[in-house]
T-cell receptor, first 111, second 114 residues
């Protein structure tokens, strides 16, 4: 089945850029997502990208997709302490319409 | 719309008891998903419904788990009998259709089985 992998932890200084990486195995996925989970809360969609795109920018967020390597990344510019959360990469499997999540990357922003 | 509403927010129960988690999806959404989140296994899809019909329940861990969606505005996830290893946060999510740009998540139910 589909496997989505992320590194578990990332620590950055406030004002720096954060880059969270994700790899997946299902090359037929049409939609790829980044979700954010704050403590005690549900998941909130941050942004998404279609598989026919290489890059998508939305304010401080930049998503890069390398289909050949099945690699997705989320860059957060000018990272703020409020960005501290767990970030999940998710891939929609076209064959079953299942949304498969990675294990999440915990981002810690140091003042 | 108030978003996806789950109840209760917290549930503490004794091993062997029946537990029922409830979810009200966003009005007009056709797909509903139940997820379980634990430290060890992360987010796992348990089951999802489309137009009130269960489409894939391959993620349901055991026969002790069952889910229903009697109408478009309500779903339940039941565990009977509950066990300590069922302790987790259970999320319900809904989306407009199966191929969608966004699944909206509820706040989750934190279940503790002692």
């Amino acid at each position: 089945g589909e496997d989505v992998e992320q590194s578990l932890f990332l620590s950055v200084r406030e004002g720096d850029s954060s880059v969270i990486n994700c790899t997946y195995t299902d090359s037929s996925s049409t939609y790829l997502y980044w979700y954010k989970q704050e403590p005690g809360a549900g998941l909130q969609l941050l942004t998404y990208i279609f598989s026919n795109m290489d890059m998508k920018q939305d304010q401080r967020l930049t998503v890069l997709l390398n289909k050949k390597d099945k690699h997705l990344s989320l860059r957060i510019a000018d990272t703020q302490t409020g960005d501290s959360a767990i970030y999940f990469c998710a891939v929609l499997m076209d064959s079953s319409y299942k949304l498969i999540f990675g294990s999440g990357t915990r981002l810690l922003v140091r003042p | 719309d108030a978003g996806v509403i789950q109840s209760p927010r917290h549930e503490v129960t004794e091993m062997g008891q029946e537990v029922t988690l409830r979810c009200k999806p966003i009005s007009g959404h056709n797909s509903l998903f139940w997820y379980r989140q634990t430290m060890m296994r992360g987010l796992e899809l348990l089951i999802y419904f489309n137009n009130n019909v269960p489409i894939d329940d391959s993620g349901m861990p055991e026969d002790r788990f069952s889910a229903k969606m009697p109408n478009a505005s309500f779903s339940t996830l039941k565990i009977q009998p509950s066990e300590p290893r069922d302790s987790a946060v259970y999320f319900c999510a809904s989306s407009l259709d199966r191929q969608t740009t966004e699944a909206f998540f509820g706040q989750g139910t934190r279940l503790t089985v002692v």
